[in-house]
C-alpha cells in the first residue's frame, strides 16, 4: 500500500533556533497521535538541516532538503551536492518546487539531471510540478502536467519509481490562499496515476505516493485527502504554525 505523507516545506523561513523549536513541538503534539502507514516530514532550509535532524530524533518527523545541485562536487559557488546531504543523514529531497522554476530558472530538462542524480546517490525525491493559472484558464492543464512529467520523469526505468514522492502543486493556489477544490485535486491526480500506468504499469502508478500543494489548511484538508488519488500534503505556509500543521495530519 502507498504510504500516506504529510510534508512541510519551510521555504527561507526559520533559523537554528526557530528550527529547533519547531521541531520539538511538532514531536509533541504528534506524539500521542495514532497513525499507520502515514510519514511525517519537514524541509528546513540547508543551513539548519544538521541541527534539525538531531532535534527530531527518536521521532517519527523526518527530516529532508529543498534542493540539490545535479553535479557530485566542483566549482558551483553556493551549491550543495548530494553527498554533502548524504553525509549528513537526509534521505529525501524536494525538486522542482515552482519557486525554484520560477526565480532560478529550474527546466524540465535541468530537473531531470537532478533526479538522474538522487536516484544515482539512492535518495528519495519529492518531485513538484504543477500549471501557472494561465494554463488552467485556457484548459492547458492536463497538458502541461503531462510534458513536466514526461520531460523530467519519464525516462527513468519502473524500477526508479519507488524512490519518487510526486507533490502536484498548481501555481495559482501556492501561498494564494486559493486552493483547487479537492474535485480539482482528485481529477488531476487520477489523470497523473493514468498516464504513468499508461507509461508504465497499473502496479507502478498504484504504488506511488501523489501529494497535493496549495494552500492546504486544517480547514480543507480533510475534504482534500478524502479522494482515493490524493495521497497526501506539501504544506507551505500552514507548516510554519505546529497547531494548523498538526491540525492537516490529523486529517490524514
Ligand atoms: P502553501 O505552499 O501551502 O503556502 O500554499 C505550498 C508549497 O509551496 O509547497
Given at each position: 500500500m502507498r504510504a500516506k505523507i504529510v510534508a512541510g516545506n519551510w521555504k527561507m523561513n526559520n533559523d537554528k533556533k526557530e528550527s529547533k523549536q519547531l521541531i520539538k513541538d511538532l514531536k509533541k503534539s504528534i506524539k500521542r497521535l495514532k497513525f499507520k502507514n502515514t510519514r511525517v516530514i519537514v524541509a528546513p532550509t540547508f543551513v539548519n538541516l544538521s541541527s534539525s535532524i538531531k532535534a527530531a530524533k527518536k521521532s517519527r518527523v523526518e527530516v529532508v532538503a529543498q534542493n540539490m545541485h545535479h553535479a557530485k562536487n566542483g566549482a558551483y559557488t553556493g551549491e550543495i551536492s548530494a553527498d554533502m546531504l548524504k553525509s549528513i543523514g537526509i534521505k529525501t529531497v524536494i525538486l522542482g518546487h515552482s519557486e525554484r522554476r520560477t526565480?532560478?530558472?529550474?527546466?524540465d530538462a535541468s530537473l531531470a539531471l537532478k533526479v538522474d542524480a538522487v536516484l544515482a546517490n539512492e535518495l528519495e525525491t519529492i518531485f513538484c510540478f504543477g500549471e501557472l493559472l494561465e494554463d488552467r484558464k485556457a484548459n492547458n492543464h492536463f497538458a502541461v502536467v503531462e510534458s513536466q512529467l514526461t520531460n523530467a520523469l519519464f525516462h527513468l526505468n519502473a524500477s526508479a519509481w519507488s524512490s519518487i514522492v510526486l507533490a502536484y502543486e498548481p501555481v495559482w493556489a501556492i501561498g494564494t490562499g486559493e486552493t483547487a477544490s479537492a474535485e480539482q485535486a482528485q481529477e488531476m491526480h487520477a489523470f497523473i496515476r493514468g498516464i504513468i500506468a499508461k507509461k508504465y504499469t497499473t502496479e507502478v502508478a498504484d504504488a506511488v505516493s501523489i501529494l497535493y500543494g496549495g494552500s492546504v489548511k486544517p480547514a480543507n484538508a480533510e475534504e482534500i485527502f478524502s479522494k482515493p488519488d490524493v495521497d497526501g500534503g506539501l504544506i507551505g505556509g500552514a507548516a510554519l504554525n505546529v497547531n494548523d500543521f498538526t491540525g492537516i495530519i490529523k486529517a490524514i
Open positions: 526565480y532560478f530558472n529550474e527546466t
